[in-house]
């Protein structure tokens, strides 16, 4: 009987159905470059390059790499720098040693963050010397991994 | 310089009568308590604090509190900053050799690694509250020279001597309100610093706005002057 959900690996992972995955068992070592989502379980060491793409490292995800993606979301463990052209998000169980350069960077409670945060805005910079507005803090795009 | 306008307002005064009412004291008096805990508290400075950096291009801010998701977030959408978030609070609470602030001292220079007149904005919240005198000098020296020319220095100040059951962390909510969020942390004593102290402390910097809050605590901003001269 085929299953609803197709392929096992998309059953066992959500995520899975739109992003590559590396698994638990995997070791990488080198540069990474791709151009669709991935979903890191596994470990990583050297680079990782998905400039138009979302970068989602799982609980079980052990990087050692600078990162270049489009949004990168950390549950697991990252050693390295994050330039991100859209968004970084740290989930509670994520640990991150680096610096991050994006826009938008959201951190829960609970995750660990050692580094700088540089959330320059590319293109035209906001108005100067106008009001500031009561915080709405900016709303995490839904995540489809993790 | 405003000292004591919140006192001096008919709200002020609301406050402190409401401090001895039947179950007024401590944070009910000057604050409501959100249920994620730690009670909403007006601040003075945050916003001209923001307002004064949002002019410059891409600031360089450092935080001398932990790491608070929705304090980055809510300065990056603000700003647009660099943030280096360096978690003094952490180091306070670890038992350095205490005195001469040499303990604290070697943190410093392990953990503010900035260039120094690089920093446009330090939010430095109540830190020098937990630190002795030697210590707090160690860390004002260390701070003012982050700083560059008109860069500018929030600080809190309890203005009363007292033991709490923990330490505070500080949330934004929005430019005008801080959640005060305990914390455990080793040093629950606190230091009053009084404000001529503090200037010294701080010196060369210059006061440009502290506000004596209905809560005990003085807000304070400070800047770093421009002029060669008053420059140190």
């Known amino acids: 009987m085929a299953s609803e959900t197709g392929s096992p690996v998309e059953a066992r992972h959500p995520a899975a159905a739109s992003a590559a995955l590396i698994g638990k068992s995997v070791v990488v070592k ?7 989502d991935l979903t890191i379980e596994g470990q990583v060491e050297g680079k990782i390059e998905l400039r138009d793409h979302t970068l989602t ?38 640990s991150v040693d680096g610096d991050v350069v994006s826009p938008r960077v959201a951190i829960a409670d609970g995750a ?27 709303k995490i795009p839904p995540s489809q991994g993790a | 310089m405003s000292d004591g306008e919140d006192n001096r307002s008919l709200a002020g005064l609301w406050n402190r009568a409401r401090r001895f009412l039947p179950g007024g004291a401590g944070q009910a008096a000057d604050g409501w308590e959100p249920a994620g805990g730690g009670a909403i508290r007006p601040s003075k400075t945050l916003r001209p604090f923001l307002q004064e950096l949002a002019a410059v291009p891409s600031p360089v801010v450092v935080d001398l509190g932990p790491v608070i998701g929705s304090n980055v977030s809510f300065l990056g959408s603000q700003l647009a900053c660099k943030l280096f978030p360096e978690d003094l609070y952490a180091d306070v609470d670890q ?17 503010l690694r900035q260039d120094p007149g690089g920093v446009d904005g330090i939010l430095a919240w109540d830190v020098f509250d937990y630190l002795d005198r030697g210590e707090a000098a160690a860390l004002a020296k260390r701070l003012v ?20 059951a923990a330490s505070r962390r500080y949330i934004i909510a929005d430019a005008d309100h801080l959640r005060h969020r305990p914390a455990p942390g080793a040093r629950w ?31 304070m901003l400070l800047r770093r002057p421009t002029a060669p001269g008053k420059d140190g």
């Open chain 2, 145 to 164: 020279a982050l700083l560059r020319p008109g860069g500018l220095l929030m600080a809190l100040f309890t203005t009363e001597r007292r033991t709490e």
């Open chain 2, 95 to 111: 038992p350095f050799p205490r005195g001469e602030g040499d303990g604290l001292a070697s943190v410093l220079a392990a953990k």
């Open chain 1, 112 to 138: 660990h963050f050692r580094g700088s945060i540089d959330m320059q805005k590319k293109g035209p910079v906001q108005a100067k010397g106008g009001a500031i507005e009561a915080v709405t803090p900016w």
């Open chain 1, 57 to 94: 490292i799982g609980q079980g995800g052990r990087i050692k790499a600078q990162v270049f993606a489009r949004a990168v979301v950390v549950c697991g463990e990252l050693v390295g720098n994050i330039n991100a052209s859209e968004y970084v998000e740290i989930r509670e169980t994520g």
């Open chain 1, 30 to 36: 080198g540069e990474l470059e791709g151009s669709e």
């Open chain 2, 189 to 219: 004593a606190r230091t009053v610093w009084p404000l001529g102290d503090i200037e010294v402390l701080l010196a060369p910097l210059e006061v440009r706005q502290s506000h004596l809050l209905a809560h005990r605590q003085r807000e």
